[in-house]
């Protein structure tokens, strides 16, 4: 929570800086009024809460009343919620609040479209480390709201063997007996978890790859940027060979070509766009109010 205090703040200081030059030169400090959030498109709300903190960090006598929770579906002219208090303080916080709400709204959304193509299959929908920096946690919050689950936080939550790791140690034989001997040191585990199992993950890119991995215990395999049938193949060869690894399937999958992968035996499938290539979910502030 301290991670997304310090954001609010940092974004209300490069919104505001020295002060809303038009609103103190316009508007009277103890001017009171009412504003609404507006949807002007449909969508998923996710953010709300965030709103309304970085609304009460610049003035905690505001008063912030949400019509609608994060998950919840809204269509154009729906309002999301209203403001009361000092009009100044309203206009101050209406850009980064917006921001907030539209950025991750578009990433709930768009989530939801992908999670929707899968309903009634088992495959679920992951997200990536392919975030804007600074807001990782709260994009990851907007994908579970849209219906989607978190893949790893960061570099420290498990072992991902990717392609350039195992051009490093030699191989993935070697990546993988590496891991293994990291993970039989007390020191390192400690350094990493206090609490949970560490699990290991390899990205494959093909089937040789794939038999290679199969070759120790791991708790994951990713099947990265193959053509279907070379799935196809690669999750027989996992199933029959080691029927508890989980298969992630990655790369060059959109909404388009989503339900050519919804009848594969796999587990999940990654996609980066969910939060590097969402819309903005349209909204507005308008003042409805003074007094």
């Known amino acids: 929570m301290n991670e997304i205090q ?5 974004s209300l200081k490069e919104d505001i800086g020295a002060g809303d030059i038009t609103s103190d030169a316009l508007i009277h400090k103890n001017l009171l009024g009412k504003a609404e959030i507006v949807a002007k498109t449909k969508g998923v709300l996710a953010g709300i809460k965030i709103a309304e903190k970085v609304f009460k960090k610049k003035d905690p006598n505001l008063f912030f009343i949400p019509l609608k929770e994060d998950g919840e579906n809204f269509k154009p002219n729906d309002k999301i919620a209203i403001i009361e208090g000092r009009v100044k303080s309203i206009l101050k916080c209406e850009r980064t609040a917006l921001n907030f709400l539209q950025k991750l709204s578009g ?19 992951l997200d990536t480390r392919k975030t804007t920096p600074g807001f990782r946690i709260l994009e990851k919050y907007a994908v579970k709201v849209g219906g989607g689950e978190n893949h790893r936080m960061g570099l420290y939550d498990m072992i991902l063997i990717k392609e350039n790791h195992i051009k490093a140690a030699g191989d993935i034989s ?7 001997i990291a993970l039989e040191n007390k020191d390192f585990v400690k350094k990493f978890s206090k609490k949970k199992k560490i699990k290991i993950e390899v990205e494959t890119k093909n089937l040789n790859e794939v038999k290679d991995a199969l070759g120790f215990k791991i708790d994951m395999i990713m099947l990265d940027n193959m053509p279907i049938q070379m799935i196809k193949k690669a999750s027989q060869i996992i199933r029959k060979s080691k029927k508890n690894i989980k298969i992630e399937v990655s790369g060059n999958i959109d909404l388009k070509n989503l339900r050519d992968y919804s009848n594969l035996d796999i587990d999940y499938i990654s996609i980066g766009a969910i939060t590097h290539s969402s819309k903005a979910i349209d909204l507005s502030l308008n003042l409805i109010e003074i007094r």
């Open 6 to 10: 310090k954001l609010i703040e940092l």
């Open 107 to 125: 990433i709930a959304t768009l989530t939801q479209s992908f999670v929707s193509k899968m309903k009634g299959k088992k495959i679920k929908i």
């Open 174 to 180: 070697s990546a993988i007996q590496k891991a293994k």
